[in-house]
C-alpha cells in the first residue's frame, strides 16, 4: 500500500473550525525545527505541501491534509483508501506573547485530547537530542490521555547526522522507534508501513 495523492485541506485555530471527524487522522507533532514539514513533504513525495519556515514556532495553525491511498491487494480492500494527516504547532521555540501562546497550547491539547478520529500520534524527535525534557513530557502527556484505539509512534529525525555507532545506541534504547532521514530517504517505507498498518491492516 501506498500514498498516491495528497493535497492540502484546510488550516484551524481549534476543533470548532476543523473539518468534520469522518476520516482517520494521524497528528504529527514535534518541537519547533525537528524537520516535521520536510518529513510530510518526502512521506507524501509532495515538494512544498507542507511551508516550513525559517522561524522557528511560526506555524500556529492546525494544517490538515488530505491523503489517498491505494492497494494493489485483491484481498477484498477497496483500491484507494483515504486518510488525513495533521500538521501541528511546533512547540519549544514560539515567539509569541503569553497570551496567544496560552490560547495555542489550549487549542492544541483540545485537539489531542478530544478529536474522535484521531488514530494516531507520531512524535517527532531529533535523534541528536533524544532525551529532551520537553520531549519526555510530551510523551507523558500522550500516555495519559491516549485511548485504547490509539497508536503513539516514535520517529526520530536526522539520524544522518549521527554517527553509525550512536545511530546503533538510539536504535538499542527504542526497539519500537522509527528512524528517518529526509535527505538520505531512510526510514519513509518504514513510517508509511507504519500508518497503513495501523489504519488498515496489512
Known amino acids: 500500500m501506498r500514498i498516491v495523492d495528497a493535497s492540502f485541506m484546510q488550516s484551524a485555530q481549534s476543533i470548532s473550525d476543523s473539518p468534520g471527524p469522518d ?21 507524501t513525495n509532495r515538494k512544498g505541501l507542507a511551508k516550513s519556515s525559517s522561524t522557528p514556532g511560526k506555524t500556529q495553525l492546525i494544517n490538515y491534509f488530505n491523503i489517498k491511498f491505494k492497494t494493489d491487494e485483491e484481498n477484498g ?53 533524544p532525551e529532551l525534557e520537553i520531549d519526555k513530557n510530551v510523551d507523558e502527556f500522550l500516555e495519559k490521555i491516549k485511548r485504547g484505539d490509539q497508536l503513539i509512534v516514535h520517529a526520530f529525525t536526522k539520524t544522518d547526522k549521527l554517527k553509525q555507532n550512536d545511530l546503533a545506541k538510539l536504535k538499542r ?7 528517518i532521514s529526509n535527505l538520505k530517504k531512510r526510514g519513509i517505507s518504514d513510517l508509511q508501513n507504519k500508518i497503513t498498518g495501523y489504519l488498515f491492516g496489512n
Open 173 to 179: 534504547e527504542y526497539p519500537e522507534g522509527i528512524f
Open 77 to 129: 480492500m477497496p483500491p484507494d483508501l483515504f486518510a488525513r494527516f495533521v500538521d501541528l504547532p511546533g512547540f519549544g521555540y514560539a515567539k509569541v506573547s503569553k497570551s496567544l501562546k496560552a490560547e495555542w497550547n489550549k487549542n492544541l491539547t483540545n485537539y489531542l485530547e478530544q478529536r474522535p478520529n484521531l488514530q494516531m500520534f507520531i512524535h517527532l524527535i531529533d535523534a541528536r537530542h
Open 23 to 43: 476520516v482517520a487522522e494521524i497528528a504529527f507533532l514535534g518541537r519547533s525545527n525537528v524537520g516535521k514539514s520536510s518529513l510530510l513533504n518526502t512521506l
